[in-house]
């Protein structure tokens, strides 16, 4: 059984900063690029940031570069996400995602059922 849990979520004022993480199941995640993805109600599904097997290369939308930070823990099959300076605009839920080839927004197999972060003005 694969499976991905997010946690780190939170209600939180503008300008704040949380920290997310994703736990991931099973050994093989380890080695899979693993990404953050982002839904607000009734809006489609946002990529945020994606890292590669050994977190040497990253990626970040560019609504969130230079405040968000993606890394990864591969002993602990962990992966976080520190979101600094936070906007009422990156009010969703936060979900993380892998993929033996994944990267970016596409090829990813694996989703964490999601942690809400809400981010007050």
């Known amino acids: 059984q694969v499976q991905l849990v997010e946690s780190g979520g939170g209600l939180l004022q503008a300008g704040g900063s949380l920290r997310l993480s994703c736990a991931a199941s099973?050994?093989?995640?380890?080695?899979?690029?693993k990404g953050w993805f982002r839904q607000a109600p009734g809006k489609e599904r946002e990529s945020v940031a994606s890292?590669?097997?050994?977190?040497?290369?990253?990626y970040y939308a560019d609504s969130v570069k230079g405040r968000f930070t993606i890394s990864r823990d591969n002993t602990k099959n962990t992966v976080y996400l520190q979101m600094n300076s936070l906007k009422p605009e990156d009010t969703a839920v936060y979900y993380c995602?892998?993929?033996?080839?994944?990267?970016?927004?596409?090829?990813?197999?694996?989703w964490g059922q999601g942690t809400q972060v809400t981010v007050s003005s």
């Open positions: 995602a892998a993929g033996p080839t994944a990267w970016r927004d596409t090829k990813y197999d694996y």
């Open positions: 890292i590669n097997w050994s977190g040497s290369t990253k």
């Open positions: 099973g050994r093989t995640f380890s080695t899979y690029p």
